[in-house]
């Protein structure tokens, strides 16, 4: 159920490199200089003709093929697909974290090939990630942990306020000075979706963001993104494995030895489902 240790590893330290740790200092640009490159097609995330490998030489191994995909604006999209299919892979191309190789991908209406490392960073600071493993910093709180990720706020005062209010529409408004040890699950969890959404970002991207929660919390985090994506025309593209969040989807892409194997209406996915292999708890809303 669990990607394999090595892609985790790999995007957790993507994510600490770009995001956390380095880049800060080109901040101050950054949310201007994507927006005007935008081409307003409503397209959030348009992939066309994509191919990726891993390794070098004899080692060089493919793992995305030919991918073709739109995610239009305001839409959830779930990506499911057994373990080691590409899905990780993909999700972190589309969120700049990798180079492509080949293909076209188009994010926010900014052309990712051939970008400079520095403007990538730019493209990535209008996303917001959420991983499975939450990163966060355990010597910090709750609050702390969100505040670090403010971009673009001098005044600290208002940087509370504004991760307070963040903490509290997550139902956190009396944790936000506990500490990730003293926390649940799936209080962690939310901790790490309001950092992911504190600056308000157009695209999100969530690998597995259900799997270590349980049932309630899952339907918490999930019934947050549905309302991200209908109240503030956020884009939304989720992959998980968790059958029980599949209704709050528009559409389901379904990732099978690396190529898109099908890309449904979640309707005519589960028509299209062997119902006794979809799990009875799908739709437990
Ligand atoms: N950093 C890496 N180096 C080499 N191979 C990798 C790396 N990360 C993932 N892979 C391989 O690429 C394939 C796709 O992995 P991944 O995108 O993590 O799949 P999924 O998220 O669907 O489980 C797998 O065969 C995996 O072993
Ligand atoms: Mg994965």
């Known amino acids: 159920m669990i990607s394999p240790a090595n892609s985790s590893y ?7 490199d770009g995001l956390v740790n380095g880049d800060r200092a080109s901040s101050q640009i950054t949310q201007k200089s ?4 935008a081409d307003f097609t409503q397209m959030a995330v348009k992939i066309r003709d994509l191919n990726y490998y891993f390794g070098q030489g004899d080692l060089r191994k493919q793992v995305l093929y030919d991918i073709n995909l739109d995610l239009p604006q305001g839409q959830i999209v779930i990506m499911t697909g057994p373990s080691g299919s590409g899905k990780t892979t993909l999700l972190t191309l589309i969120g700049a974290l990798r180079h492509l190789q ?13 970008l400079s ?3 990538l960073v730019e493209v990535r600071r209008n996303i917001g990630f959420i991983f499975q493993a939450h990163n966060l910093f355990e010597s910090l709180t709750a609050s702390q942990n969100v505040e670090m990720a403010i971009e673009l706020l001098d005044d600290w005062r208002e940087k509370r306020k504004r991760v307070h209010a ?24 939310r901790v790490a979706i309001a950092r992911a959404l504190v600056n308000q970002p157009a695209l999100i991207l969530a690998d597995e963001p259900t799997a270590a929660l349980d049932k309630k919390s899952g339907r918490d985090v999930v019934t947050l993104m549905q309302k991200l994506a209908q109240e503030h025309g956020r884009t939304i593209l989720m992959v998980t494995h968790d059958n029980r969040i599949l209704d709050v989807a528009d559409r389901i892409v379904t990732l099978v030895d690396g190529r898109l194997e099908s890309d449904d209406s979640l309707n005519r996915y589960v028509e299209t489902h062997d119902p ?3 799990d009875q708890r799908m739709f437990m809303m």
């Open 10 to 16: 790999d995007e957790q330290s993507a994510f600490q």
């Open 34 to 37: 994507v927006d005007q490159t």
């Open 102 to 114: 080949e293909g076209s991908l188009q994010v926010l209406g900014q052309e990712l090939v051939g």
């Open 117 to 119: 490392k520095s403007t």
């Open 166 to 189: 963040m903490l509290a529409e997550l139902g956190l408004a009396d944790r936000v000075s506990y500490k990730p040890k003293s926390l649940s699950g799936g209080q962690k969890q």
């Open 276 to 278: 006794k292999a979809l």
